[in-house]
Structures are given as structure tokens and as C-alpha cells.
């Protein structure tokens, strides 16, 4: 129990005293003006999500390797502390360590502007003898000797161990390698530095105390060095937003804030759905911008000012909706020159006319499946009107979270999720927006039943008509190819199934050649690698099985746009590691006509990490 | 995991990776600032400021909901900014779709500059319809290439770097659009911390039934709210000085809450959990206050039992803290729960939330104010969601062997929304499981109103008629799961004894048939055909050739050992006129009937044996048996 006290600020004081769960019942009522109770009904019916699907706790899961890369991370994260602090690096050390200078003596410059210089290491000379404790502390004291002026939010480091193996005639010795990637940032006072390489490390491990490193072996390593002091990018949300009476009142508290007094009505719920849609609604010439918000939560409306703050109508235009929203378009749908809105929420398509640039009117809702997820528009058919394909999720109805009755959840595979639709634009006339759902009869309803998430209209083939890639969770995307008209689902053949947990998909052409190429996010996850290379992963299983698995732990994906077909060129290109990923986005971030690409991620941040992957 | 609020992959910072210009990217994840640890979610770029580069709006589960990125590029890098009209007939009038191409003049290379306008793309993500080119160093354009959405192309010449123009299909000059002339007041301001969570009120959207409390007063008999009553359990400590202050209140405000209606019940959590430095005798504390409601001590079943109940009704699952109040309507649903204390006019103000509809309901839940899409299809969404989370409930009672619980959520969704079919569906199941056919029969005729072809659902029914005696509603329902499904054997054996019954023999012996071949291996069936085709009164229907066969086939496959199918046997050796025969088969199927002790059989069987014995065939009486 804890206490929640009234004070001056309305803080919440807490003690820290929870029930513990074997409490004694308390001895009888003894009071006299008391009531006494007894037998109380504990018939609480939970009706909870299912979340069974979730990854097991790598280090609680039985796994042995588990236990060793947990410790190994420990001391890791022990270690790395050095490049910001002094300390003695012997006590993390086996004898005869041997080490490669964690910044390679010969480093190409492969990239330099007015932002940035890029450098990376060449290939390592196998001739030159590694160092030893003296290297690694040397190369601490560099970075050290720069960082000084970091300050601690400026400064950071992290290791991912992805891969743990023991050499089967060495298990006696209690020795293992990893592979680690790791990356270290910090301010030197005029420039961002950091550093992201990959490490091979050998270990040396005993019962009674923490495994050493026996070498580290320098095998990928990258430099990027800002010509600025300060980051590409400042935040000026507090200066746009702050006037705003809901600005404090809603948008700087988290989900675990709202649902801890919201009620959890779809699975999605948790996720956190705040979808957002930029456009001229009030056609000054200016981009607002539209926040979509989950059950019980108003949907926000940002009318940029001129001097580009944001001023919130929502309420004004018609549109502070509480429903479960989760994505948003403002685009012209009846083609009368302004912005009106479309709208995913819980079981519906919501379509709202823009009624002179002053407030929206609902024209129409569309029935969906309940657990709508992404949003895209495109006119497939070339008729002048905008057509609107929705993405769902969960299969949500008749009560399980993991598909309906009888149906097979399969983790790498799955084909029980919720039917996309595709509404196809009537026309409009007289204030009226008509569509009608064309799934089917367009082809669409082919391999449509998996756990989408996000799609995205382009012409892949450059054949003049729009084509859409569909993003999905467990398993395949789709790449809808448009023949007139009709989709065939071409992923396979095109190479771009990227079997793996889709979360969002982007068009871009970043190797300037002409041609659409795709990234699509995925979840990063050390965990998945480490544990999906070990002999006894689903060891009775097929190869193929294996290797879909470890595929879902590799991340993000580029696919390069060969004309016909795509080739995977997530790893050399090296933007595989976008961690537990959700909106991706080409930009070209320094107009340099290169597009760049920026990642959303992160999954559930509360204070207590202990769920990492 | 999830429930208790645990971090999953959080914290990740968030990533860019710059284009280094030969087929890699690099790691400028720090230098970008773009690295927040969020929980990002989506990403709409935009040249917000419209000062030539672009900026990012992002949105997040956790704090801050959302940030605007400004981009400070400071690179003498020249830029193009385009915005798109499709001619409004042919191509859609956002352009969506199109897709541009810009030539620059003294580029030799085959580098080409190439974007498309889409509408949606990343997750949950619509970013600018304004086209934004980086040209690099190139400040010369030679040409825009557009091709629009319905395959035209168009070219429009005269542009120049650094500018913002306006492109409408078939008007091949493209407009400046006007510089922006204002000064932009975005500054480096990082969004403000959250305040503290302070005190919840949580008006719920579900109602679900309170714990039973089973209060007895100090003589022993049964205490609480009375009927019209609402109760606002109040948990509390005494070491919680807000506590105090709050239960001081119910005390000076005792006579308005009481004539509002409600009672207040003092449940101390002292005895529970650690021992408290400041914690004292609960009923001295409240006699000190002059507390003039009931109190008790919480049990750690009853602790439990709210703390499921809040759980259930509140996404982030965390222990109650002290004091938590939650009010009870005098129907027994727990409507509004209070973590931290509440004022008696808040209080009073709630006592009618659980009477409203699921949509005023849903209207007070929320936590800001905000307003509900008023259309009626998004209306009945709502219903039927509200309906589907009330059939969880109903399922999940069910799973736990609560039936009257089950009922009731059930009942309660079909209420919420009386066209839900699984509510329906769900209790026909349950009522079925309990006896009450003819409330079950009632639920199947509702459920199959909205699922009219779920053969499964009119069979059910047609049995239950049957079993009703409603021979007519029987029929008809056996007679949609044959037009449904024509080769189901048990519909075509049910309408097929059903028809027996009512005096249709033909029909009947046609429906065994078909039901037969369809399911040639039932022998109750198979019996029922024999015993018809053996004993019927009309000599039309009566084919004891057959019959023997049937008979003999049922009794080889079973061992001659199941009284009934012997007598179905001796029956039909009778009408082939082996009397003989089936006096021996009659008697053995009489000793293992006594054996078994199947007495009406025993009676049947002592009845026909005579006649065996006299030579004569058993016939039914004019109207024939049910089988």
C-alpha cells in the first residue's frame, strides 16, 4: 500500500510499501460499530489480453549461453564505463590479453560535407600484432581525453552481443567467444563523434566469479564526426506546442501515465497508436498537422501560425475525437481544392469533408475489421478520385487476442491476423463522399490475413500505375503488383517477402538510378540472434525453419529496386540495425539530393529495464 | 509483462543513417540529435518552417506524446521545394501519385533526382505533399519533369534553385509560391517534464459486478447498502494522513451523502502488508474521527479481489495505493474507482455515471475532454465493441465455471447490443448447458435472425424443438440445415424420426436413407430404418426384406449382444414370416434386457414374444412409435 498524498504541487507521494503476496489475514473484526465481511467473491472475470506470444526472458529461459552472454554484457557495461570515467581495465582481463586499437590506425574517408565526415576502417592487416592491456587502456584515455566536455546526456555507449559460441572441445575450460556491436558516442565541445563497430571477444570463463576478456578483435569499425557543435536537429516542441492548453494537460504525459486510469479496449491499445498527418487544412499555404490518440484520449488538430507555432482546434474544427484512433490522411477526396480527413479508428474508415477551410463534417464511416492500423491513398484505377487502402492487425473478435477460434497462430508465418481493405472513391457530389469496399474484386483479398501494420503506395514497375507493398508482423509482406486495376501478390518473386515483424514501410530512390527502392522496419533483436544461432534452437526443426527465425532477429531491411526485382542489400548497406522499429522515413536530411533514412523505435520504456532485448 | 508497466525494448534510441553516397549509410544517429530514447512511433517530415530543409514532427508512446524536430542544416547545399494540383478530372487534384523528376543543367553524370507524392507511408505516418528536393551543389535546373497521375507528362522549364513552386497539371509554367515573410518563433525548447500523476478518477466504460462483500454487522446479521443504495468502499490506512483528511470529510458531509443515497464502508488495509511506524488501533482511530459509517478491516481476499477488479479496468496494472476509493451503484456494478482521495462533491456528481448509456459512459471515461464521432455507423462500432468486451467477460465467468456470472455479462451484451451475434450465440450455449431449453431456444432464434446460415446453430435448435415437442419449429429448423448443408446425416436422422412421429413414413424412410448415405455407419439410425421398415402398419411402407438385411448387418458388426437391435432382428424375421426365428431372437434379447436391466424394453419385448410364439408379426399401432 502506498500512500498518495494531497500536497501543495497535487504531487503523488508514494510509500513504499506494497502487500506483500502471503499477507496473514488479518485476526476478526474486533470493532464493535464495525461490519464484518467474509467469504468475499473473488470471481474476477479477466478478460485480459492474451500475451502469450511474447518472448520468454532470455536469461531466466534456461539457456545456458543465456546466462554467459548476460554476464558477459555485465561486464561490458562495466567496462565501457571507462571511456567516460578513469579506472583500471586489469580486473576485467585474462592473462596474455591481447587487443586491437579500438579505433583502427587506418581509416578511409569514404564520406565528407558541410555535417559530417565518415570514416571507416580498411581491411585489418592480419600481419600486424594485436596489443595488449596497454592498447585498450590507451584507447580508453583517447576517448576520455575528448569526451571531456560531454555532458552526461550527450555521452553514451552500448553493446550488443549477438552471437555467443563454445568451442565444443574446450567446454571444460569455460571459454566462449561473442560477437558484439558496439557503439559509443560523446561531444568533444566543437564536434559529435561516434563510434559503431563490430567486435569479436573472446572469453575466458570460470564458476566462482565474472568471465575476462581474453582479446578483442576490432573487425568492422566506423567513425562519424559532426563539423558542428550542435545536432543536426533542435527540438522545439515546448516553443511550437506550450500555448496550448493541451499541451501540459495531455501530450507530455506517456502512455503508462493514461493507462494507468484508461481501460486497455484493444490489443493495440498498449502500443500506443499516435498516428500523425501533415497538410494545408485551412489552406493558408502553411502544413498543420493532425495527432491521432488512443481510447478515451481527444484527437488534436495543429493549425500552424505564422510564425510556426501550432495552435490546437481540434474542438473548433470537429475532430477532438475520444475513439481508439490510430491513423490519419489529409488529402482532397472529393476533389474540391482543400484538405479533408480520413480516419482509422477501432473498426472503422471515418471520413470527414472539409468544409471551407473552417471545421470538418463527417461524411461517411466505413466498417472495417476492429483493429485498423496504417492508412495509405493512391487512385489505383486512374479515375481521378482517391481510393484508400486500411491496414488491420489482430483478429479481435470473439474474444482472443491470437486469432479467431480454431484458427493456427504460426510465429514466423502467421495468416490469421485481420482482412485489409481497399475502398474504392465513387465520387462526389453535393457535400457527399461515396466509397465501396473492392478487396476482392480488385484481388486483394489474397494473402490478406496477416497482421499488417503499414503500406505504401508506389510504382515499383514503373508502369505508370500505382502498386502497394503491405507491411505485416510474423511472417511475409505483400507486394501487390497493379495489372489494371487488378493486385497479384508479387513479393516472392520480386524478393522483398522480408519475412520478419514489418512495421512500416518506405519508398525512396537512394541510389539515384530512378528506380523506387524499399526499406521496411523490422525488430532488431541481440536476443533473437544469440539465441536462434545456438545448436538446440528448434533443433528438431528444418533448416529452413531456423533460418526464417534468425532472419526476424536481423532488422530492418533495404531492398534496391533492380527494374523487375529487388535484392536485399540491408547488411552491406548497413542500416539493418534500426533496433525494435516502427516509422521509417526516407529524408534527405542534408540536401545533398542523397536520401537518408530516419527510424522510430523502442518498444515499452517504463523505469524498470528489465525486459531488454 | 506489459500489464505491470515492466520496460520491453525500451529505451532504444532512435536511429538516422546518412547516405554516404556509394550504396552505404552511416551511423549519425548521435549527431543528428535525433537519438531520443522514446518509444518513437511516427514520423511525419515536413519543411515545417519552410526555411529549405526538412523538419520532423514524431510521435511516441511515452513522454513527450510528440516533438517537433527543427533541422538546423547549415549547408550552402540549394534546395527545391514543389507543390502539386492535378487537373481535379483525370488525375486526383493532391497529385497523389505523381511522380517528379528534376534535370539539372550542368550535371553530366547519370545520377538522376527523382520523387514521388504519396499519401501515407512509414507506420501511422502521412508526411508533407510539398515535394522537397536537396539539389547538392547544383544551383541550375534545367527542367521538371512531371509525370502525373494519369500517365501524362508535362514539363515546366524557368525554375530556379532555393525557391517554392506551385506545378498545376496542363498550366506548363510553373508559379513562385510567395516567401514566407514572417519571423519563425520555434526555439531550442525541449518538452516541459510531465507533472507528477496525481490522484486518478476513473469513471469506468465497463461495468462489471463488484465484489460480494457478505458484510454482517457485529450481531451477525447481514449489513450494507440497502436497496436504492450506492456504497463507495473506501480502502485506507492509519498512517495515511491523506486518508484521515478524506474520511474527516465523509464524516462532516455524512447527512448529504446519505440523503444522496449513499453509504460509506471504512476498510483499513493496516493489518496488511509491512507494519507501518505510524500505524495505530483502526476503531480507535475512527472512533476518535466520530467515523458515523460502517468499517471493517480489509482481507487480503478482499484486497485482492479490488485489486483484480482495477486491474481489469485500468491498462497499467499497479498496486492500489492508499486511500483508493471505489463507488458502487446500487445494482451492484462497480462504477467509478478514485486512487487517491475524493471530494464529496466529486462524489455526489458521480452517482449517476453507471446509468448512462455505453456512449456517455465512454464520454466521461475520458481523461480529457473531448467529443464522440457522430455518425451512426461509428455508433453502432461502438456498441459492438462495448458488447464484445462485455462477451469476454461473459466467456471468461463461463471459464471459470461461473454460469450465473456468464449469463449475466452475456445478457448484458446482448442489451449493449442486441444485433452482437457471438452474445447470442454464446447464450443459447449456456442456457442449453443449464437446462433452460426454452431460453436457449428463444437465444438460437435471435442468434440465427443475424447468422441465418450457421447450419451448426439450426441443428441445435431443431433438436431443442424436438426435444420441446415444437414439432413444427423442429421442422423447419431441420429443414434449413438440410437446405444449408444437404448431406448432414444427424438433420436428416432428427427430421427423419421427427417425420416417423408425425405420420409422414415416406418421408421418414427417405430422410434415413439419404442421412444413411451420407453416414452409412450409424447404427441408431440404421435400427430406427429396420424397426420402421419391419413393424409399420402400411403395408406400402413395410420391407421386412430389407429391414432383416439392416438388422442382420447391426447385430453381425455389434456380436448379437445389444438387446435392442435383436429386437429390431426378431421383428423383422416376423414380418419375413421365420417365426421361429424370432421367438429365439426375441428371448435372447429379453434375457440380456432383464440382464441389463432395460425395463421398458423387458415390457416391450415380453408383449411381442407371444406373438412370435403365435406365428403372428409385430406391427405398430396406427400411429407408430418415436424411435
Given at each position: 500500500m502506498s500512500c498518495q498524498e494531497r500536497n501543495d504541487s497535487g504531487g503523488h507521494a508514494r510509500s513504499d510499501q506494497t502487500p506483500s503476496k502471503d499477507t496473514t489475514p488479518p485476526p476478526g473484526v474486533q470493532e464493535s460499530a464495525s461490519a464484518a465481511q467474509e467469504?468475499?467473491?473473488?470471481?474476477?472475470?479477466?478478460?485480459?489480453?492474451?500475451?502469450?506470444?511474447?518472448?520468454?526472458?532470455?536469461?531466466?529461459?534456461?539457456?545456458?549461453?543465456?546466462?554467459?552472454?548476460?554476464?558477459?554484457?555485465?561486464?561490458?557495461?562495466?567496462?565501457?564505463?571507462?571511456?567516460?570515467?578513469?579506472?583500471?581495465?586489469?580486473?576485467?582481463?585474462?592473462?596474455?590479453?591481447?587487443?586491437?586499437?579500438?579505433?583502427?590506425?587506418?581509416?578511409?574517408?569514404?564520406?565528407?560535407?558541410?555535417?559530417?565526415?565518415?570514416?571507416?576502417?580498411?581491411?585489418?592487416?592480419?600481419?600486424?600484432?594485436?596489443?595488449?592491456?596497454?592498447?585498450?587502456?590507451?584507447?580508453?584515455?583517447?576517448?576520455?581525453?575528448?569526451?571531456?566536455?560531454?555532458?552526461?546526456?550527450?555521452?553514451?555507449?552500448?553493446?550488443?552481443?549477438?552471437?555467443?559460441?563454445?568451442?565444443?572441445?574446450?567446454?571444460?575450460?569455460?571459454?566462449?567467444?561473442?560477437?558484439?556491436?558496439?557503439?559509443?558516442?560523446?561531444?568533444?565541445?566543437?564536434?559529435?563523434?561516434?563510434?559503431?563497430?563490430?567486435?569479436?571477444?573472446?572469453?575466458?570463463?570460470?564458476?566462482?566469479?565474472?568471465?575476462?576478456?581474453?582479446?578483442i578483435a576490432v573487425k568492422i569499425f566506423a567513425r562519424t564526426t559532426t563539423k558542428r557543435a550542435q545536432p543536426l536537429f533542435s527540438d522545439v516542441t515546448a516553443s511550437a506546442l506550450a500555448s496550448n492548453p493541451s499541451y501540459s494537460s495531455q501530450l507530455t504525459h506517456g502512455m503508462n501515465h493514461w493507462l494507468s486510469r484508461l481501460p486497455v479496449r484493444a490489443m493495440l491499445n498498449r502500443f500506443g497508436t499516435p498516428g500523425l498527418a501533415v497538410g494545408d487544412v485551412n489552406g493558408d499555404g502553411l502544413?498543420?498537422?493532425?495527432?491521432?490518440?488512443?481510447?478515451?484520449?481527444?484527437?488534436?488538430?495543429?493549425?500552424?501560425?505564422?510564425?510556426?507555432?501550432?495552435?490546437?482546434?481540434?474542438?473548433?474544427?470537429?475532430?477532438?475525437?475520444?475513439?481508439?484512433?490510430?491513423?490519419?490522411?489529409?488529402?482532397?477526396?472529393?476533389?474540391?481544392?482543400?484538405?479533408?480527413l480520413a480516419l482509422t479508428i477501432y473498426g472503422n474508415l471515418v471520413i470527414a469533408r472539409n468544409v471551407g477551410g473552417m471545421r470538418f463534417e463527417v461524411a461517411t464511416a466505413l466498417p472495417t475489421s476492429s483493429s485498423t492500423a496504417s492508412l495509405a491513398a493512391a487512385d489505383y484505377d486512374r479515375d481521378g478520385w482517391l481510393?484508400?487502402?486500411?491496414?488491420?492487425?489482430?483478429?479481435?473478435?470473439?474474444?482472443?487476442?491470437?486469432?479467431?477460434?480454431?484458427?493456427?497462430?504460426?510465429?514466423?508465418?502467421?495468416?490469421?491476423?485481420?482482412?485489409?481493405?481497399?475502398?474504392?472513391?465513387?465520387?462526389?457530389?453535393?457535400?457527399?463522399?461515396?466509397?465501396?469496399?473492392?478487396?476482392?474484386?480488385?484481388?486483394?483479398?489474397?494473402?490478406?490475413?496477416?497482421?499488417?501494420?503499414?503500406?505504401?503506395?508506389?510504382?515499383?514497375?514503373?508502369?505508370?500505375?500505382?502498386?502497394?507493398?503491405?507491411?505485416?508482423?510474423?511472417?511475409?509482406?505483400?507486394?501487390?503488383?497493379?495489372?489494371?486495376?487488378?493486385?497479384?501478390?508479387?513479393?516472392?518473386?520480386?524478393?522483398?517477402?522480408?519475412?520478419?515483424?514489418?512495421?512500416?514501410?518506405?519508398?525512396?530512390?537512394?541510389?539515384?538510378?530512378?528506380?523506387?527502392?524499399?526499406?521496411?522496419?523490422?525488430?532488431?533483436?541481440?536476443?533473437?540472434?544469440?539465441?536462434?544461432?545456438?545448436?538446440?534452437?528448434?533443433?528438431?526443426?528444418?533448416?529452413?525453419?531456423?533460418?526464417?527465425?534468425?532472419?526476424?532477429?536481423?532488422?530492418?531491411?533495404?531492398?534496391?529496386?533492380?527494374?523487375?526485382?529487388?535484392?536485399?542489400?540491408?547488411?552491406?548497406?548497413?542500416?539493418?540495425?534500426?533496433?525494435?522499429?516502427?516509422?521509417?522515413?526516407?529524408?534527405?536530411?542534408?540536401?545533398?539530393?542523397?536520401?537518408?533514412?530516419?527510424?522510430?523505435?523502442?518498444?515499452?520504456?517504463?523505469?524498470?529495464?528489465?525486459?531488454?532485448? | 509483462m506489459i500489464d505491470a508497466g515492466r520496460s520491453f525494448s525500451g529505451k532504444e534510441r532512435n536511429c538516422v543513417f546518412l547516405n554516404t553516397r556509394d550504396g552505404h549509410f552511416a551511423d549519425l544517429s548521435a549527431g543528428s540529435g535525433f537519438d531520443f530514447p522514446d518509444d518513437g512511433r511516427a514520423i511525419a517530415v515536413t519543411d515545417w518552417d519552410q526555411d529549405g530543409d526538412l523538419d520532423l514532427w514524431i510521435s511516441n508512446r511515452n513522454t513527450p506524446r510528440i516533438r517537433l524536430l527543427r533541422n538546423d542544416s547549415t549547408t550552402k547545399h540549394h534546395f527545391l521545394s514543389l507543390r502539386l494540383s492535378g487537373n481535379g478530372t483525370s488525375s486526383n487534384r493532391d497529385a497523389i501519385g505523381a511522380r517528379v523528376e528534376v534535370k539539372l543543367k550542368n550535371s553530366t553524370s547519370k545520377l538522376r533526382l527523382v520523387r514521388a507524392l504519396r499519401a501515407g507511408e512509414g507506420f501511422l505516418s502521412q508526411s508533407s505533399k510539398d515535394l522537397h528536393f536537396g539539389l547538392g551543389e547544383e544551383s541550375e535546373i534545367a527542367e521538371i519533369l512531371v509525370r502525373w497521375p494519369d500517365g501524362r507528362e508535362e514539363s515546366f522549364r524557368g525554375i530556379k534553385a532555393d525557391g517554392r513552386y506551385h506545378l498545376s497539371q496542363g498550366v506548363a509554367k510553373a508559379r513562385p509560391l510567395p516567401q514566407r515573410m514572417d519571423s519563425i518563433a520555434l526555439s531550442p525548447s525541449p518538452p516541459a517534464e510531465p507533472s507528477?500523476?496525481?490522484?486518478?478518477?476513473?469513471?469506468?466504460?465497463?461495468?462489471?459486478?463488484?465484489?460480494?462483500?457478505?458484510?454482517?454487522?457485529?450481531?451477525?446479521?447481514?449489513?450494507?447498502?440497502?436497496?436504492?443504495?450506492?456504497?463507495?468502499?473506501?480502502?485506507?490506512?492509519?498512517?495515511?494522513?491523506?486518508?484521515?483528511?478524506?474520511?474527516?470529510?465523509?464524516?462532516?458531509?455524512?447527512?448529504?451523502?446519505?440523503?444522496?443515497?449513499?453509504?460509506?464502508?471504512?476498510?483499513?488495509?493496516?493489518?496488511?502488508?509491512?507494519?507501518?511506524?505510524?500505524?495505530?488501533?483502526?476503531?480507535?482511530?475512527?472512533?476518535?474521527?466520530?467515523?458515523p459509517f460502517p468499517s471493517s478491516q480489509a482481507t487480503a481476499p478482499l484486497l485482492a479481489a479490488f485489486q483484480d477488479f482495477h486491474d481489469n479496468l485500468v491498462g497499467l496494472n499497479q498496486p492500489l495505493p492508499v486511500p483508493t476509493s471505489f463507488l458502487i451503484d446500487p445494482q451492484g456494478h462497480l462504477a467509478v474507482i478514485y486512487k487517491g482521495p475524493v471530494t464529496t462533491e466529486r462524489l455526489l456528481a458521480d452517482l449517476h455515471h453507471s446509468q448512462g448509456t455505453v456512449d456517455q459512459r465512454l464520454q466521461r471515461a475520458a481523461q480529457v475532454a473531448g467529443s464522440l464521432i457522430a455518425n451512426p455507423i461509428v455508433s453502432k462500432s461502438r456498441r459492438t465493441h462495448e458488447a464484445s468486451i462485455q462477451y469476454r467477460y461473459g466467456l471468461a465467468q463461463r471459464a471459470s465455471n461461473d454460469l450465473e456470472g456468464a449469463a449475466y455479462y452475456l445478457t448484458a451484451a446482448r442489451h449493449t447490443d442486441p444485433d452482437f451475434p457471438p452474445a447470442a450465440q454464446e447464450l443459447a450455449q449456456l442456457h442449453l448447458s443449464t437446462g433452460e431449453w426454452a431460453k436457449a431456444a428463444a437465444e438460437f432464434e435471435s442468434y440465427l435472425k443475424l447468422r441465418s446460415n450457421d447450419f451448426a446453430a439450426h441443428h441445435q435448435l431443431a433438436q431443442l424443438h424436438s426435444r420441446l415437442r415444437q414439432a413444427q419449429k423442429a421442422r423447419t429448423h431441420f429443414q434449413e440445415v438440410l437446405r444449408l448443408k444437404?448431406?448432414?446425416?444427424?438433420?436428416?436422422?432428427?427430421?427423419?424420426?421427427?417425420?416417423?412421429?408425425?405420420?409422414?413414413?415416406?418421408?421418414?424412410?427417405?430422410?434415413?436413407?439419404?442421412?444413411?448415405?451420407?453416414?452409412?455407419?450409424?447404427?441408431?439410425?440404421?435400427?430406427?430404418l429396420a424397426w420402421l421398415l419391419a413393424t409399420h402398419p402400411s403395408p406400402e411402407i413395410r420391407e421386412p426384406e430389407e429391414a432383416h438385411r439392416l438388422a442382420i448387418a447391426l447385430n453381425e458388426e455389434t456380436g448379437n449382444k445389444i438387446p435392442n437391435l435383436l429386437d429390431t432382428l426378431a421383428a423383422a424375421q416376423a414380418g419375413l414370416g421365420q417365426f421361429e426365428a424370432a421367438a429365439a431372437t426375441a428371448r435372447r434379447a429379453l434375457s440380456l434386457a432383464e440382464k441389463a436391466g432395460n425395463l421398458q424394453l423387458v415390457t416391450g419385448l415380453k408383449s411381442r414374444l407371444p406373438l412370435y410364439e403365435k406365428r403372428e408379426a409385430f406391427l405398430e399401432p396406427e400411429s407408430p412409435k418415436t424411435p
Open positions: 467469504n468475499t467473491s473473488s470471481a474476477v472475470p479477466n478478460a485480459r489480453t492474451d500475451q502469450s506470444w511474447m518472448l520468454d526472458d532470455p536469461g531466466t529461459d534456461g539457456w545456458e549461453s543465456e546466462v554467459l552472454a548476460q554476464q558477459a554484457q555485465n561486464q561490458l557495461k562495466s567496462l565501457g564505463s571507462l571511456f567516460f570515467e578513469e579506472g583500471e581495465v586489469a580486473d576485467y582481463l585474462a592473462s596474455n590479453f591481447t587487443c586491437d586499437p579500438l579505433v583502427p590506425n587506418h581509416l578511409q574517408r569514404v564520406f565528407e560535407d558541410e555535417l559530417a565526415l565518415v570514416e571507416r576502417s580498411a581491411p585489418r592487416d592480419p600481419a600486424a600484432p594485436p596489443g595488449g592491456a596497454a592498447t585498450l587502456t590507451a584507447s580508453f584515455e583517447a576517448v576520455r581525453a575528448h569526451a571531456q566536455l560531454s555532458p552526461n546526456d550527450r555521452r553514451h555507449f552500448e553493446f550488443k552481443i549477438t552471437a555467443l559460441t563454445r568451442d565444443p572441445s574446450a567446454l571444460s575450460s569455460g571459454d566462449f567467444q561473442t560477437e558484439v556491436l558496439f557503439s559509443l558516442s560523446f561531444f568533444t565541445g566543437k564536434t559529435i563523434v561516434e563510434h559503431h563497430a563490430s567486435w569479436a571477444i573472446a572469453w575466458s570463463g570460470s564458476d566462482s566469479e565474472p568471465p575476462k576478456l581474453k582479446s502544413d498543420d498537422l493532425y495527432l491521432c490518440q488512443e481510447p478515451g484520449l481527444p484527437n488534436r488538430l495543429f493549425l500552424q501560425q505564422a510564425d510556426g507555432t501550432a495552435r490546437e482546434v481540434a474542438a473548433e474544427w470537429g475532430v477532438d475525437w475520444l475513439e481508439d484512433s490510430r491513423a490519419a490522411l489529409l488529402l482532397d477526396l472529393d476533389n474540391d481544392g482543400d484538405q479533408d481510393d484508400l487502402f486500411v491496414c488491420a492487425y489482430v483478429q479481435e473478435d470473439g474474444g482472443s487476442s491470437m486469432g479467431a477460434t480454431g484458427e493456427r497462430f504460426v510465429y514466423h508465418d502467421a495468416k490469421n491476423g485481420a482482412a485489409n481493405s481497399l475502398f474504392h472513391n465513387e465520387g462526389a457530389s453535393g457535400g457527399k463522399i461515396a466509397f465501396r469496399e473492392v478487396t476482392s474484386s480488385t484481388g486483394l483479398g489474397i494473402n490478406n490475413r496477416r497482421w499488417s501494420f503499414a503500406a505504401s503506395w508506389e510504382d515499383f514497375d514503373h508502369d505508370g500505375d500505382q502498386d502497394l507493398y503491405v507491411a505485416n508482423d510474423y511472417g511475409r509482406n505483400n507486394l501487390y503488383r497493379n495489372d489494371d486495376g487488378h493486385f497479384v501478390d508479387v513479393a516472392a518473386a520480386a524478393g522483398v517477402e522480408d519475412s520478419a515483424s514489418g512495421m512500416s514501410v518506405a519508398w525512396g530512390d537512394y541510389n539515384r538510378d530512378g528506380r523506387m527502392d524499399l526499406y521496411v522496419s523490422n525488430m532488431f533483436s541481440a536476443a533473437g540472434s544469440r539465441i536462434t544461432t545456438q545448436q538446440q534452437f528448434k533443433s528438431g526443426t528444418a533448416p529452413a525453419i531456423r533460418n526464417r527465425f534468425l532472419r526476424f532477429a536481423r532488422g530492418n531491411s533495404l531492398f534496391r529496386n533492380g527494374g523487375e526485382s529487388f535484392q536485399d542489400v540491408s547488411l552491406a548497406a548497413n542500416v539493418n540495425l534500426g533496433r525494435w522499429a516502427w516509422s521509417s522515413n526516407f529524408v534527405d536530411l542534408n540536401n545533398d539530393a542523397w536520401l537518408d533514412l530516419v527510424v522510430a523505435n523502442g518498444y515499452l520504456s517504463s523505469n524498470d529495464e528489465t525486459g531488454d532485448l | 507528477t500523476s496525481g490522484p486518478a478518477r476513473i469513471p469506468v466504460v465497463t461495468l462489471l459486478r463488484a465484489p460480494k462483500l457478505n458484510l454482517k454487522n457485529s450481531k451477525g446479521s447481514p449489513a450494507g447498502p440497502g436497496a436504492g443504495r450506492s456504497l463507495l468502499v473506501n480502502l485506507w490506512a492509519t498512517w495515511c494522513a491523506p486518508c484521515l483528511v478524506e474520511l474527516a470529510e465523509f464524516r462532516d458531509r455524512a447527512d448529504d451523502l446519505r440523503a444522496a443515497g449513499v453509504d460509506v464502508l471504512a476498510l483499513s488495509v493496516d493489518a496488511l502488508g509491512e507494519a507501518q511506524a505510524k500505524a495505530r488501533n483502526p476503531s480507535k482511530v475512527l472512533a476518535e474521527l466520530k467515523f444437404p448431406d448432414h446425416a444427424l438433420a436428416h436422422f432428427g427430421l427423419a424420426a421427427l417425420l416417423a412421429s408425425k405420420s409422414e413414413p415416406k418421408e421418414a424412410v427417405s430422410h434415413y436413407r439419404a442421412g444413411l448415405s451420407a453416414q452409412p455407419g450409424n447404427a441408431l439410425a440404421s435400427n430406427n
